[in-house]
Nanobody
Framework: QVRLVESGGGLVHAGESQRLSCAASGTTHSFNAMGWYRQGPGKQRELVADITGSASTTYADFVKGRFIISREHAENTVHLQMNSLKPEDTAVYYC?????????????WGRGTQVTVSS
């Protein structure tokens, strides 16, 4: 049973940095991609960043130049370094993993961690 567990959320002030981590358990292989989504108050869940097994990255426009996603394949862990945080970054951040096995797609989600950025 695959499980994703986020850590690193909390309260920070605008302009500060925070690092989120997500550790996957219950799998013996690396995922095709891992990433982070977020859902702010009154908003839909949206992609923040993701990274593939070949280290190709995708960033949402609103975090480009501020956030960095990285991955540790040996431990099936993904990190999100968030710099220059803004109040609008306040959201629940969810870890996501994507896997393809024998033509079947599997999506896994963490339970989320709250990030609150105060003015």
């Amino acid at each position: 049973q695959v499980r994703l567990v986020e850590s690193g959320g909390g309260l920070v002030h605008a302009g500060e940095s925070q690092r989120l981590s997500c550790a996957a358990s219950g799998t013996t292989h690396s995922f095709n991609a891992m990433g982070w989504y977020r859902q702010g108050p009154g908003k839909q869940r949206e992609l923040v960043a993701d990274i593939t097994g070949s280290a190709s990255t995708t960033y949402a426009d609103f975090v480009k130049g501020r956030f960095i996603i990285s991955r540790e394949h040996a431990e099936n862990t993904v990190h999100l370094q968030m710099n220059s945080l803004k109040p609008e970054d306040t959201a629940v951040y969810y870890c996501h993993a994507l896997d393809y096995v024998s033509g079947n797609r599997y999506d896994y989600w963490g339970r989320g961690t709250q990030v609150t950025v105060s003015s």
